[in-house]
């Protein structure tokens, strides 16, 4: 919970202070740039969103003298740049990470789609640290 935990902290914490080697983030604002500062010298960030609708404040003397790279990314205009064979490839591979737990996504509540009144309320509501989902069939 960003809101009541500061990013570079917890992240120094749990890394010993060693940082992280790359993060991908969608929220922007305040939350990316607390992030940057948990990056190793010459490492990445990837920004992907701004659910926070702020700016993220860069600070050029992280980017200088630590070397790091902070790079948008957007589905939508990297997948055209695919051929039809990596565009598979890489919907395999995505797939089935997240169906082996490699890449776990936390899910708050599933809904029937009939309840997507209750799913929208649940999914915007403030403070969820967890993807709403709705179950099909």
């Known amino acids: 919970d960003t809101s009541a935990e500061h990013v570079t902290r917890k992240v120094m914490q749990m890394t010993g202070k060693a940082g992280v080697d790359s993060f991908f983030d969608a929220v922007g604002g305040k939350v990316a740039h607390q992030a940057i500062n ?3 010298q010459g ?3 990837w920004l992907y ?3 926070s609708l702020e700016p993220t404040p860069i600070n050029s003397a992280t980017m200088i003298f630590q070397d790091v790279r ?3 990314f957007w589905l939508t205009t990297w997948l055209p740049t695919l051929t039809q064979t990596e565009r598979i490839t890489f919907i395999k591979e995505a797939l ?3 169906a082996t737990g490699q890449m776990p996504v936390e899910v708050a509540e599933t ?3 009939s309840s997507y009144k ?3 309320a ?3 509501a403030p403070g969820k640290s967890a993807k709403v989902l709705f179950k099909l069939g």
Do not use: H, S, W
Request: glycine letters at 12%.
């Open 96 to 98: 089935g990470m997240l």
């Open 70 to 72: 902070i790079r948008g």
């Open 118 to 120: 209750e799913a929208v």
């Open 38 to 40: 948990c990056l190793k």
């Open 49 to 51: 969103g701004a659910l």
């Open 111 to 113: 809904f029937p789609f």
């Open 122 to 124: 649940a999914a915007e």
């Open 43 to 45: 490492k990445t960030a």
